[in-house]
Nanobody
């Protein structure tokens, strides 16, 4: 059974940093891409960043260089380092896994809350 478990969320002041983790288990993810998404209250879920399991390829939404996605294959864990956080970054952050060349993401985590105070 595939599981994606996010952690690392919390309350931080504007300008601060957080590192989110996504522990993946239940299958081999070598042919998958791993993405981070977020959903703020009253808004639709939006894409944040994606990385290939090898770590060689990354793509970001417009975070102006504040966010960095990475993967530790040995730990089966994907990270999202978030710096210079703003109140508008407040959201539930989700990790997702999608098979390469497929349409969309097949597996999702339960989410972790990030709250940035002004």
């Amino acid at each position: 059974q595939v599981q994606l478990v996010e952690s690392g969320g919390g309350l931080v002041q504007a300008g601060g940093s957080l590192r989110l983790s996504c522990a993946a288990s239940g299958r081999t993810f070598s042919s998958y891409v791993m993405g981070w998404f977020r959903q703020a209250p009253g808004k639709e879920r939006e894409f944040v960043a994606v990385i290939s399991w090898s770590g060689r390829n990354t793509y970001y939404a417009d975070s102006k260089g504040r966010f960095t996605i990475s993967v530790d294959n040995a730990k089966n864990t994907v990270y999202l380092q978030m710096n210079s956080l703003k109140p508008e970054d407040t959201a539930v952050y989700y990790c997702a896994a999608g098979q390469q060349d497929s349409d969309g993401y097949q597996y999702w985590g339960q989410g972790t809350q990030v709250t940035v105070s002004s």
